[in-house]
C-alpha cells in the first residue's frame, strides 16, 4: 500500500496563509476601518497643525512687525509693506530681520527694591567689592562710578553717556535689539556716587531706525567692602528674591572679588545680577546683562594703574545682523506620541482578538485535526500578523509624510522603521501570550482596548509628565519602559523631540547617531529582550494549555517523584479486570488484531491494539480509566459504528486516533502509520467530522473546503475538482450556497459542510463524531447518502446515537460500554444474539391487565412483562417459545372474551440491543 506523503510545511502555511487573507478580506470593512484610523489621525494631526500654523505660527504676533506704507489703498488690501523694528513689539522684534543691526547703549542691570524706593523715593544701588588687598579695593571702588553728568544732544551716539554707568530694572528679553531697558518707560538710572538736585535730565535717543525720549535718573551707588568672598556671597544670598518678590532686603547689582590682584596682575570674579525665573517650558534664552559690569571693573582698574585720565569707554553693544525668521513650532510632533501611540496599539486587539476567536470557535482544534500541527499554526499567523502590521506601519509612515508630518519627515526613515518593526514583533508575541488567558472574544478585546487608550492615556499624561521632570529618577523611568506601552510610548516621545527641535531651529532630525544620545539605546534593549521572553513564554503557555494541563505542572513534575510507583499497580488491575469482562466476539477481535499485528503490511486501514487510556487522578479523585485496552481493526470500505452512553470513553478513543491525546499504553496504525510517531503522514490521509460544527462564520462553504483541500495536499485542478465534487454531493452547490458565508447556513447545511469538509481529498480514515444529530429526517437520508457513497473507499470510524443511523450506515458495530467494548457484530448479528425475543404490545382497558397477563403466561410461560401503564402492558417473549401464528391467535381468541383497543408484536430493534447491552456492562 502507498504509504501518504505528509503534507509539507509550505503547503499548509500556504493553505493557513491563504484562508487568514479570504478572511481579512471578508472583513474587509473592519479592515479599512483599521487602516483609515491612522489616516484619520494623521489628518486630524494635520488639521491641527493647520491650525496651530494660522493661529500662532503666522499670526503677526509672532512675526516682524509691518505697517502699510501705500495709503491710498487704505485699509482694504495692503501692497507694499514695511516690515522691521520700529513697527515691532517686544514679542515681534526677535522675528525681524537686521541688516544692519542699531547700537544699543549697555546698561547694568540693578534690582527693582519697590519697598525701599516707597520709603525714601530712591535706594543706592549696592555694589560689593573684596579682595586680599583692602587699600587696593578702596581705589578701583572709587573709580567703578564716575561723579560728573552730561548729555551733550548734538552727539548723535550720545558719546559721552559711555562716560557714566547707566542701569536699569527692566527685565531682559530674548532679544537685545528692543531691550526693555530702553524702550520700555521705565527710566535709565544714572549710578554716581552722590546725586545732585539737577541730575534728571531727559534727552533724545536716536537710534536708527527708533528715535524716543528717554528719561536719565540719577541713582546712588554704594560701594561697599567686605572682608572675603564667603561675605560677599552671604549677603547676596540672603537677600536675593527674598521669599515674595517685593520684600527685597538689600539686593546687590554687582560685587567683585579683585581675589590677588595687583599692579602685575588682573584677576577678578564678578557675581552680576540676574531675575530668571526658572521656566522649563520655555526653549528661548533670554539675554543676560554682564558686559556692563565686566567693563566697570576693568575701568576702574586702568583708572588706578594709567591715572584718572585713562578711560576705557564703552559706547555700545550691537548685536549681529541677522536675517528674518518665524516662529516655527511644530504642534503636531508634540501631540504626535499620544496619537501614534493609539494607532500603533490599535493592531493589538485586533490580533488578539483574531487569536481568541480560533480558540472560542475551536477551531484550532479542528485545524489540528486536520493535520494543522502548532509549529505550522504559530509560524504562519505569526508571519501573517508580522505581514499585516508592517503594512500598516508602512502605511502609516508613507502617509504620514506624504501629508506632511514632520515627525515621520524629519527623523531618519531606517530607524523610525526598525523601531516600529520591532515594537510590532513584540506587541504580537504579547498577543500570542494573552490570547492563552482569555476564552471569550468579547472579554479580550474589551481588555486589549482598555490596554490601548489607556496606555496612551497614561503616556501622554503621567510618564512623559515623568520625563520631562528631571527631578524623577532615571531608574525609574526605566522601570517604567518596561511596561510595553511606555517603551513605545519613549520612543515616540523621542521622535517627537527630534522632528519638533529640527523644526524649530534647524537641528538635525533623529540618525543613528544619536542613538545613545536619545532614550532610544534603553528602549531598544527592551523591547528585543520583552520580546523574546514574551515568545518563550506564549510557547509555553500553548504548550499547557493544548495539552490541558496546569501551567505550574512543571513544579509538580519534580515534586511528584512518588507516583511513577504507582503505574505499573494499576495496569495490572486494569488488565484483570479487562480479561474478566471481555465478551467472545470482542475476544475475537483482540485475536484477530494480534494476528495482524505479526505480518508486516497489513490492509486493515485501521488497527487498534490494546488501546488504553487513563487520566491521572485530579484533586483526591482516583485515575479515570476512559479506555481500558480496546483491540479492533477496522477495513478500508467499512463504516465501523460506535454505539454507547455518553461518558463511555467513545470520545476519548476518537481523541486519540486523531492524535489529539497520546494513548497511555496499546498502539494504533492508520494505514501502517503509527499514530504515536508518524501522525504528521496520517493526517494526510485522514478527516474528521466532530461533534460541534466547528466553521468560520465569514468564510463560505468553498472556502472552507479549499482550505482544509489544501491541507490535504491537493492543488491546482485537482482541488478545484474535488471542492466542486464535495459540494455538489452534499448538495451545497446549487443556487450558490457554496458562496454564503458558512455563518448564515442553517443547522443543516453546517452539518453537511462539516461532513463534506471530513470527506475532502478522498481521506482513507474517517472519524465522525454523531454525523446527523439535529437534522431533519430529509437531510439525514441525503447525508446518509453521502457518507454510503464515500465508505466505498475510506474506513470509516463513527459514533451515533441514532440506532437507525448505526443499522443504516454501519457494517459492524461496538457497543461501548465503561471504557471498553462490550460486542461486536454486524447489526443483524447482534440484534440476533441479544434481542432473541420479540416485545408484544397490547392496549386493553385497565380492569382486563389481570387476563392479557394470564393469556400472554398460557402462551409463553417464560414471557418478561417489562412495561405497564394505564391497561397498555408490553412483554418480551422468547422468540424460541413460540410462533407468530401462536401469537395471533392466542389475541384473536382473547378479542371475542374482552375488548382490546389496541396490540401489535414487534421485532427486537437495535434500540433494544442497545439499552440491554449497556445495562450489563
Ligand atoms: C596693596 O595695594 C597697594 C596699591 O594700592 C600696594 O601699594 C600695596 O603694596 C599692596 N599690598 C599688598 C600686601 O600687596
Ligand atoms: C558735543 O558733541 C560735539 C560733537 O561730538 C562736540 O563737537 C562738542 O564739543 C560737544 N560738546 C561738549 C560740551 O562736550
Ligand atoms: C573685616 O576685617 C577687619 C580687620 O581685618 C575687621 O576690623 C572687621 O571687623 C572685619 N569685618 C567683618 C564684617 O568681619
Ligand atoms: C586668579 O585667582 C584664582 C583664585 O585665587 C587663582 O587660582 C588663579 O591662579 C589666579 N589667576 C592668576 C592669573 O593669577
Redesign the pocket.
Given at each position: 500500500m502507498a504509504k501518504p506523503i505528509p503534507t509539507s510545511f509550505l503547503t499548509r502555511a500556504n493553505a493557513l496563509f491563504r484562508k487568514n487573507l479570504t478572511y481579512q478580506k471578508r472583513n474587509i470593512w473592519s479592515n479599512v476601518r483599521l487602516i483609515v484610523i491612522p489616516l484619520y489621525l494623521c489628518v486630524v494631526l494635520v488639521c491641527i497643525q493647520a491650525l496651530f500654523d494660522a493661529l500662532v505660527n503666522n499670526s503677526t504676533d509672532n512675526q516682524c512687525g509691518c505697517r502699510c506704507i501705500d495709503e491710498k489703498n487704505g485699509d482694504e488690501k495692503c501692497e507694499i509693506k514695511s516690515c522691521g523694528l520700529q513697527y515691532s513689539s517686544q514679542n515681534q522684534a526677535v522675528f525681524c530681520a537686521f541688516p544692519n543691526p542699531p547700537a544699543l547703549l549697555p546698561l547694568l542691570h540693578i534690582p527693582r527694591r519697590d519697598s525701599c524706593r516707597s520709603r525714601r523715593g530712591s535706594c543706592p544701588v549696592t555694589i560689593l567689592v573684596t579682595g586680599t588687598n583692602q587699600s587696593l579695593g578702596a581705589t578701583l571702588s572709587g573709580n567703578l562710578l564716575s561723579t560728573s553728568f552730561?548729555v551733550?544732544?548734538?552727539?548723535?551716539f550720545l558719546?559721552?553717556l559711555a562716560y557714566n554707568v547707566l542701569g536699569t530694572k527692566s527685565e531682559t528679553d530674548y532679544t537685545n535689539y528692543r531691550d526693555p531697558g530702553l524702550y520700555s518707560d521705565l527710566p535709565i538710572f544714572n549710578i554716581q556716587p552722590q546725586c545732585t538736585s539737577a541730575s534728571k535730565i531727559s534727552f533724545s535717543l536716536r537710534q536708527s531706525p527708533l528715535q524716543f525720549q528717554k528719561e536719565v535718573r540719577c541713582v546712588e551707588g554704594l560701594n561697599l567692602w567686605r572682608n572675603n568672598s564667603i561675605e560677599v556671597n552671604n549677603e547676596i544670598f540672603k537677600g536675593y528674591h527674598k521669599e515674595n518678590h517685593k520684600e527685597i532686603i538689600n539686593e546687590v547689582a554687582a560685587a567683585y572679588d579683585l581675589l590677588d590682584t595687583d599692579k602685575k596682575n588682573f584677576n577678578v570674579t564678578i557675581w552680576y545680577y540676574t531675575t530668571y525665573k526658572g521656566d522649563l517650558q520655555d526653549w528661548r534664552v533670554k539675554y543676560v546683562r554682564v558686559l556692563r559690569s565686566v567693563n566697570m571693573v576693568s575701568n576702574a582698574y586702568l583708572q588706578f594703574l594709567q591715572g584718572p585720565g585713562t578711560k576705557m569707554l564703552f559706547d555700545f553693544v550691537k548685536e549681529m545682523p541677522k536675517q528674518e525668521t518665524r516662529l516655527r513650532m511644530d504642534m503636531a510632533s508634540l501631540i504626535g506620541p499620544i496619537f501614534f501611540t493609539w494607532v500603533i496599539l490599535l493592531l493589538f486587539p485586533v490580533i488578539l482578538t483574531s487569536l481568541v476567536y480560533e480558540k472560542q470557535q475551536r477551531l484550532r482544534i479542528i485545524m489540528k485535526m486536520h493535520g494543522l500541527g502548532d509549529a505550522p499554526y504559530w509560524m504562519v499567523s505569526y508571519a501573517y500578523f508580522l505581514a499585516i502590521s508592517t503594512l500598516y506601519i508602512v502605511c502609516l509612515m508613507i502617509f504620514g509624510s506624504a501629508i506632511g508630518l514632520k515627525f515621520f519627515r524629519f527623523n531618519d526613515y531606517s530607524i523610525q522603521f526598525i523601531f516600529y518593526f520591532l515594537y510590532i514583533n513584540l506587541q504580537i508575541s504579547i498577543a500570542f501570550l494573552v490570547s492563552s488567558a482569555f476564552s471569550k472574544t468579547v472579554t479580550a478585546s474589551v481588555a486589549a482596548y482598555i490596554y490601548v487608550f489607556g496606555s496612551g492615556l497614561l503616556g501622554a499624561f503621567l510618564f512623559q509628565f515623568l520625563i520631562e521632570g528631571l527631578s524623577f529618577p532615571r531608574r525609574w523611568i526605566f522601570v517604567m519602559e518596561l511596561y510595553p506601552g511606555f517603551s513605545l510610548y519613549r520612543g515616540l516621545y523621542e521622535f517627537s523631540q527630534y522632528a519638533f527641535q529640527r523644526n524649530l531651529n534647524g537641528r538635525d532630525g533623529m540618525k543613528w547617531k544619536d542613538f545613545r544620545g536619545s532614550a532610544m539605546d534603553e528602549v531598544f534593549p527592551i523591547i528585543i529582550v520583552e520580546w523574546f521572553l514574551a515568545l518563550i513564554a506564549a510557547y509555553y503557555m500553548d504548550r499547557v494549555s493544548s495539552s490541558a494541563k496546569d501551567p505550574f505542572v512543571f513544579l509538580k513534575n519534580a515534586f511528584k517523584i512518588s507516583s511513577s510507583q504507582e503505574r505499573p499497580r494499576l495496569q495490572k488491575q486494569v488488565s484483570s479486570v479487562l480479561v474478566e469482562m471481555d465478551k467472545l466476539d470482542v475476544i475475537q477481535e483482540r485475536e484477530k488484531v494480534e494476528q495482524l499485528m505479526l505480518e508486516p503490511s497489513t490492509s486493515h486501514a485501521i488497527l487498534c491494539d490494546n488501546l488504553k487510556k487513563v487520566y491521572p487522578g485530579m484533586d483526591g479523585n482516583p485515575p479515570k480509566l476512559a479506555v481500558r485496552g480496546l483491540s479492533l481493526a477496522v477495513n478500508s470500505g467499512e463504516c465501523f459504528g460506535i454505539l454507547g452512553p455518553n461518558g463511555a470513553g467513545k470520545t476519548s478513543f476518537i481523541n486519540m486516533m486523531i492524535g489529539l491525546v497520546k494513548p497511555t499504553s496499546g498502539s494504533a496504525f492508520v494505514q501502517g502509520l503509527d499514530i504515536c510517531n508518524d501522525m504528521d503522514r496520517v493526517y494526510t490521509s485522514m478527516g474528521v467530522c466532530p461533534q460541534h460544527d466547528l466553521l468560520w462564520e465569514t468564510l463560505t462553504g468553498r472556502e472552507h473546503l479549499l482550505f482544509y483541500g489544501r491541507l490535504k495536499n491537493l492543488k491546482g485542478s485537482d482541488l478545484n475538482q474535488a471542492v466542486e465534487e464535495s459540494l455538489k454531493s452534499v448538495n451545497l452547490f446549487r443556487g450558490g450556497v457554496a458562496d454564503r458565508p458558512a455563518g448564515k447556513y442553517s443547522g443543516g447545511m453546517k452539518r453537511r459542510l462539516s461532513v463534506a469538509i471530513s470527506l475532502i481529498g478522498n481521506p482513507k480514515v474517517v472519524y465522525m463524531d454523531e454525523p446527523s444529530t439535529g437534522l431533519d429526517p430529509a437531510s439525514r437520508m441525503n447525508l446518509w447518502t453521502v457518507i454510503k457513497r464515500a465508505k466505498k473507499h475510506t474506513a470509516i470510524i463513527l459514533t451515533t446515537h441514532s440506532m437507525e443511523e448505526a443499522e443504516y450506515l454501519c457494517d459492524r458495530l461496538g457497543i461501548f460500554v465503561d471504557g471498553m467494548l462490550q460486542c461486536i457484530g454486524n447489526p443483524k448479528e447482534l440484534k440476533g444474539r441479544y434481542g432473541g425475543s420479540y416485545v408484544l404490545t397490547i392496549t386493553t382497558s385497565s380492569e382486563r391487565e389481570q387476563d392479557v397477563e394470564i393469556l400472554v403466561q398460557d402462551v409463553s410461560p417464560n414471557a418478561k412483562k417489562i412495561y405497564h401503564i394505564a391497561g397498555t402492558q408490553k412483554f418480551e417473549i422468547p422468540k424460541e417459545e413460540v410462533r407468530i401464528s401462536e401469537v395471533f391467535q392466542a389475541v384473536e381468541k382473547a378479542k371475542s372474551s374482552f375488548k382490546v383497543f389496541a396490540w401489535g408484536l414487534a421485532d427486537t430493534t437495535l434500540e433494544d440491543v442497545f439499552i440491554k447491552v449497556a445495562k450489563t456492562g
Open positions: 552730561t551733550n544732544s548734538s552727539d548723535l558719546r559721552n
